[in-house]
């Protein structure tokens, strides 16, 4: 059975930080690339990075490059989002999302709430 869950959401003051984990199961992490998404209330989904399972590089969309960090411990099947410097444009539920890369296969978390306080 797969499963995506991810946990670590909560509240948080303006320039706070907080870490994410996202722990999988039913498939083999390393050859899936994660994403993290976004999507904050009236807004459409966002993706906010990416690591890849060929070789852990990264990527992060503009607005939050230097203040997240997406890293991975295949071993324990978790995939973290470290976000430093929180601002109330942060304030978002948070998805995990893995993508096969020798197949076709796609599965996403049910979400984590992340609140900023200003």
């Known amino acids: 059975q797969v499963q995506v869950v991810e946990s670590g959401g909560g509240l948080v003051q303006h320039g706070g930080s907080l870490t994410l984990s996202c722990v999988t199961s039913?498939?083999?992490?390393?050859?899936?690339?994660i994403g993290w998404f976004r999507q904050a209330p009236g807004k459409e989904r966002e993706g906010v990075g990416c690591?890849?399972?060929?070789?852990?590089?990264?990527n992060y969309v503009g607005s939050v490059r230097g203040r997240l960090t997406i890293s991975r411990d295949n071993a324990k099947n978790t995939v973290y989002l470290q976000m430093d410097s929180l601002n109330a444009e942060d304030t978002a539920e948070y998805y995990c999302?893995?993508?096969?890369?020798?197949?076709?296969?796609?599965?996403w978390g049910q979400g984590t709430q992340v609140t900023v306080s200003s």
């Open positions: 999302y893995a993508r096969g890369r020798f197949t076709a296969s796609d599965y």
């Open positions: 039913g498939f083999t992490l390393d050859y899936h690339t």
């Open positions: 690591i890849s399972s060929s070789d852990n590089r990264t």
